[in-house]
């Protein structure tokens, strides 16, 4: 995948195989967001985890699920930089992915800093 392409590759794998989901905090009551992305194969989802490190200097962490399947997961802000570049104004996607990315691009952070996200040196 070019890396002129690589966003929408990503937005199309984040509306076939992800998910985008959002919830208060328990205790502090601020809204949480993760950006999900579902694969069966440890080669594709570790590829996808480095190309978008690299891509979108956002770090997510590969977790296994209880269907055997693995889980690359990024938190707020990670998948706030992430779903801001990748659905963009009249680009391709389901309706409902591009609707939840748009408030999730939107949403205040509540903090500036994470170990999520890496900066350019």
Do not use: M
Not at 48 to 59: C, D, G, P, T, V
Not at 76 to 90: E, F, G, M, S, T
Not at 103 to 116: D, H, L, N
């Amino acid at each position: 995948i070019p890396d002129n392409g690589f966003a929408d590759f990503v937005r199309g794998v984040v509306d076939g195989d992800g998910c985008i989901r959002n919830w208060s905090h328990p205790t502090n009551g601020n809204e949480q967001w993760s950006l999900r992305i579902y694969s069966a194969s440890p080669k594709f989802i570790e590829w996808l985890q480095k190309k978008i490190e690299i891509n979108f200097l956002a770090k997510g962490k590969i977790h296994n699920s209880r269907e055997s399947l693995l889980v690359l997961k990024f938190g707020k802000l990670a998948a706030k930089r992430i779903l801001k570049v990748c659905y963009y104004q009249d680009c391709f996607s389901l309706a409902r992915k591009a609707r939840l990315a748009e408030i999730c691009g939107s949403s205040v952070s509540g903090w500036s800093k994470s170990k999520t996200l890496l900066t350019v040196v």
